[in-house]
């Protein structure tokens, strides 16, 4: 057994020498959702039900480019990354062939980020399910094994999906989360949890199709596992743990009346079958759908559309081929019939909906099924399983539990579930601004206290001005970091995802390079996290590929930091003694300097973007013609590392530029053991940023590691409760580039730093 690197004590992450670990992460990589050959972003229908002949072997990056990648992210801060992979890329081919080299590949990456000494959290990711069903995560095979056929999605709306989308361009900005309530998501889901009490006549391989799922599910993460535990250097040393699958959704388990739409289903945008009209959609029949679009106060509806598959169906067909995967379907489980009339839910010859609360009640007890009961009995089965897997290979890993999002977290406190290693990662995203992709500083919602039924009336949610907005996304994270401890016991809380849309009102910032909205909100964000005094937090994202045409390559979303259209942040917001060329990246040098290993292939990458190439690009220039620095200021940020002692509280003044930490211990720092503080140059550059501490010393120095040089601040804080402030350069920020104000800022700075430079 390796030793720890990160210890849970007294619900806090802790170092071997008692320091309180905050853990500072950020997803790594948005490209992982899709494979790497063919290279298969979303807006690509080329070969797309070629499923089982894909591969991710170059995801989330190459090994050449892992360095460049890793020592990004290090120099802006984050310690920690939560490893995206999926299913599919393990499992692609068919049941039980595992793609080893796809394993081997994940291996020398994570060796590589024990280079950097990131604390790493594997997620098997998910959305939706699966690609073939709009979202990531599981194999394309596993939708053929629950009797649907991917390839009539489009026709039946069974799910909406950007490949198969008649203008790519045109998809509808967030309506990929709309899936997990039509048919193919809703029912795999149900299968996925439930199959054994709702879908009993589902049987393949002799079992049903919930375990059929859910051991190839359980034992290809297991398999991945396995093999890092194999690979005998990165179990407790980089890999401290496992999360369970992202974003679990109960399907259509629980529905209390099929032929309606649940009051508690908040998200409404295009158009929102009731489950009866998506299950009669897959069936062929036309329906009239309700349309809605998203406001600020939540959905509003707009119309209706006649939706008319024209007799295709989204169930595999009679004639389909059920043995290409080398299963055996048990005789009962017809095809060219929708199952849930097979289970008696409705009658196809009279289209006639007979048991609305077919899934209203557990069949077993009796008892109904709203989601606290899905959590405590469904996903705590599946948990279990998932634990259990992990630890046979990785024995005392961290254990992650995601629950279903903004639900209520399973009550295990006091019960055998209730682990010493657990951490519960609950997610957040102000649901206004992802929907609406706009970031309004007059009001919002506190979306967590109406679901909580918190006011008598969704109006009294309402907050108005920038400071009761930012105040309520503080409290909103607070109350799932409290729900979290008194339902599952005193376990850190992880938010494992948080994050801003980029395109916000219609891309107005890649035509400006102004980021002020984007920066706004993330910097509202990371108050909130910095206030709620979580445990470690996860920002979702980083983007290999991300470009303003396209986003993040994947159904329209936009939320990487990073952009092969944008200019990288330099290191520190003072310019050293060399010239500026302003139609470069500002960061060139800086960059090329701490992204360790650059090469030939990609140092032009690393120095330029493709709007700054001499090269044509291909892409609209009014997209590209103004990189910006995507609100670096906002997620660039201090951060208390390593505290000896206990985080009191802290937070980051960006409009001041002040950083402030209090820490209570119950002994003085020791000489080897400070507190440990993360203090950007981009903020604090050392000549001009002012340290007051109450007690103790402390010293700035900028340390190498692995190429990558970051500034920190030592402190070696006495006994007792003690505070320190930082101030560093407050300045204006999201200065166009190449104009007379971005040049006429850097001769200020350039001839010592004038008081100009901290007008905001």
């Not at 709620?532 to 930091?561: F, M, P, R």
């Not at 930490?661 to 000549?687: C, K, M, W």
Request: aromatic letters at 12%.
């Amino acid at each position: 057994m390796n030793a720890f690197r990160l210890f849970i004590e007294d619900g806090q992450f802790r170092d071997p020498h008692g320091r309180q670990v905050v853990l500072r992460g950020i997803n790594v990589a948005g490209d992982a959702k899709l494979p790497s050959d063919p290279d298969q972003p979303s807006q690509n229908p080329d070969a797309f039900f070629d499923g089982d002949n894909v591969n991710f072997h170059a995801r989330p990056f190459t090994q050449q480019d892992a360095h460049v990648h890793f020592a990004r992210v290090k120099r802006y801060g984050f310690n920690t990354i939560r490893y995206v992979f999926t299913w599919e890329a393990i499992e692609a081919a068919g049941p039980g062939k595992y793609d080893e080299e796809y394993i081997q590949h994940t291996i020398e990456i994570l060796r590589i980020a024990k280079r950097y000494g990131f604390f790493v959290f594997m997620d098997p990711h998910q959305d939706v399910w699966s690609r073939f069903t709009g979202g990531s995560g599981a194999p394309m095979w596993t939708v053929y094994a629950c009797g649907l056929n991917p390839q009539s999605f489009a026709a039946t709306e069974a799910a909406i999906v950007h490949n198969t989308y008649p203008d790519p361009a045109k998809f509808p900005k967030m309506i990929w989360s709309t899936n997990y309530y039509r048919l193919a998501a809703a029912t795999i889901f149900t299968f996925f949890f439930a199959g054994r009490d709702f879908a009993p006549k589902c049987i393949i391989d002799g079992v049903n199709i919930q375990d059929y799922l859910q051991d190839h599910f359980v034992k290809a993460c297991g398999h991945l596992a396995q093999r890092i535990n194999e690979a005998g250097d990165l179990e407790n040393e980089v890999v401290m743990g496992w999360e369970s699958m992202n974003e679990p959704n109960r399907g259509l388990t629980g529905y209390v009346d099929l032929s309606q739409i649940p009051k508690e289903q908040n998200l409404k945008k295009g158009t929102c079958p009731t489950i009866w009209q998506t299950i009669l959609n897959g069936s062929g029949r036309a329906c009239e759908i309700d349309e809605y679009e998203m406001g600020g106060l939540g959905p509003y509806k707009t119309g209706s559309r006649l939706v008319d598959p024209h007799g295709e169906i989204a169930w595999l067909p009679v004639e389909y081929d059920d043995t290409k995967y080398g299963w055996k379907r048990d005789p009962g489980w017809k095809f060219g019939e929708c199952i849930w009339a097979q289970h008696g839910v409705w009658d196809p010859t009279t289209d006639t909906l007979l048991k609305k609360d077919y899934f209203k009640k557990n069949p077993r007890t009796g008892k109904e099924i709203d989601y606290p009961e899905f959590t405590n009995t469904y996903f705590m089965d599946f948990w279990r399983r998932f634990k259990d897997s992990c630890r046979s290979a990785h024995k005392d890993c961290i254990m992650l539990m995601q629950y279903p999002t903004l639900e209520i977290p399973p009550n295990i406190k006091g019960t055998p579930d209730d682990d010493p290693r657990l951490v519960f990662t609950p997610h957040y995203y102000d649901g206004i601004t992802l929907m609406t992709k706009h970031w309004n500083s007059t009001w919002n919602v506190d979306v967590v206290g109406v679901l909580r039924g918190k006011y008598w009336h969704p109006a009294f949610a309402i907050k108005v001005g920038e400071t009761a907005i930012r105040n309520c996304l503080r409290d909103q994270l607070k109350f799932l970091s409290d729900e979290g401890k008194e339902q599952t016991g005193n376990h850190p809380c992880i938010l494992s995802e948080f994050g801003i849309p980029y395109d916000m009102d219609d891309k107005k910032a890649y035509q400006t390079g102004d980021y002020s909205s984007q920066s706004a909100a993330l910097d509202a964000n990371y108050f909130a996290v910095e206030g709620a005094k979580l445990e470690g937090h996860c920002l979702w994202l980083y983007t290999v590929n991300n470009d303003h045409q396209w986003g993040d390559q994947w159904n329209g979303e936009d939320l990487s930091i990073n952009s092969v259209d944008d200019r990288l942040p330099p290191s520190s917001a003072v310019p050293r003694n060399q010239s500026i060329d302003a139609s470069k990246p500002t960061d060139s040098a800086n960059d090329v300097a701490e992204d360790d290993n650059v090469t030939p292939a990609n140092l032009q990458r690393t120095l330029t973007s493709p709007s700054i190439s001499s090269v044509p690009s291909g892409k609209d220039p009014q997209l590209t013609n103004a990189p910006g620095l995507r609100a670096a200021e906002a997620f660039i940020r201090p951060t208390p590392t390593f505290v000896a002692g206990t985080a009191v509280e802290y937070g980051f003044d960006l409009r001041n530029c002040t950083f402030t930490l209090q820490v209570s211990s119950q002994s003085a720092a020791g000489d080897a053991n400070p507190t440990i503080i993360y203090l950007p140059e981009f903020h604090f550059p050392r000549d001009i940023s002012d340290v007051d501490a109450s007690g103790g010393k402390w010293e700035m120095s900028s340390d190498e590691d692995e190429g990558t040089s970051l500034q920190r601040l030592k402190w070696w804080n006495p006994q007792g409760k003690h505070e320190l402030r930082i101030t560093g350069l407050a300045r204006k920020h999201n200065v166009p580039p190449g104009t007379e104000e971005e040049e006429g800022y850097l001769e200020q700075c350039r001839e010592g730093y004038s008081s100009s430079c901290s007008v905001m």
